[in-house]
């Protein structure tokens, strides 16, 4: 069964910090991993996806199959970040990890 | 972008009482919808699918006779909530299935149960 798992459901930084928000999946073939975004009072909305290996509004994510992680990495923080993050996996369904809180303070 | 529509964006119901909230897809026909459950600060937990021309199908644990499911339209699916209690109350969000791994969420209807 595919699983994603995001181990930390609130992450708190200084507006200029790093930011990681960590994601596991388990999977047994090979996996589409994508990155959502919802911003307070919005949709849900796609944020990036392994496949295109792009960076949007700073954030990038490498799949590493060894650790089976995928995590959303941006080098410096800014306010506008704060959202609720979800890791989700893809196949026949699409499973979400539970989401975790950014919260970026000025 | 394609843009997927819920009616209503928040309703308040009385304990006992049925609510339906719809989900249209307004850019494209799409013969599967998904319907999810979000409590706050939590992840979409999925309810069911809607089939377009078929029975619905339901999540394990997830209560087909409660939460009526019909794909009205190419464009239409509609989700109903039976006899609604309080352990009701939530955000329900339906999401379209797009282009390959093109997925368009609804802005999400809160539904809150008196």
């Known amino acids: 069964a595919q699983r994603v798992t995001q181990p930390e459901k609130l992450l708190s930084v200084f507006k200029g910090a790093p930011v990681e928000l960590k994601c596991n999946y388990s999977?047994?073939?090979?996996?589409?991993l994508f990155w959502y975004v919802q911003y307070s009072r919005q949709r849900l909305q796609l944020l990036l996806r392994?496949?295109s290996r792009e960076s949007i509004k700073g954030f990038t994510a490498d799949l590493n199959k060894g650790e089976t992680s995928f995590h959303l990495k941006k080098p410096f923080a800014q306010e506008e970040d704060s959202a609720m993050y979800y890791c989700?996996?893809?196949?026949?369904?699409?499973?979400f990890g539970k989401g975790i809180t950014l919260s970026v303070r000025p | 972008g394609a843009v997927v529509s819920q009616h209503p964006s928040w309703v308040i119901c009385k304990s006992g009482t049925s609510v339906k909230i719809e989900c249209r897809s307004l850019?494209?026909?799409?013969?599967?919808m998904f319907w999810y459950r979000q409590f706050p600060k939590q992840s979409l937990m999925l309810m069911a699918t809607?089939?377009?021309?078929?029975?619905?199908?339901?999540e394990q644990g997830v209560e087909k006779d409660k939460f009526l499911i019909n794909h009205a339209s190419l464009t239409l699916s509609t989700l109903t909530v039976t006899s609604a209690h309080p352990e009701d109350s939530s955000f329900y969000i339906c999401?379209?299935?797009?282009?390959?791994?093109?997925?368009?969420f609804g802005p999400g209807t809160r539904l809150t149960v008196t």
């Open positions: 850019d494209f026909q799409a013969t599967t």
């Open positions: 392994h496949i």
């Open positions: 809607s089939n377009e021309g078929s029975k619905a199908t339901y």
């Open positions: 999977y047994s073939g090979s996996p589409e």
């Open positions: 999401r379209v299935p797009g282009q390959i791994y093109e997925q368009y």
């Open positions: 989700a996996l893809i196949n026949s369904k699409l499973t």
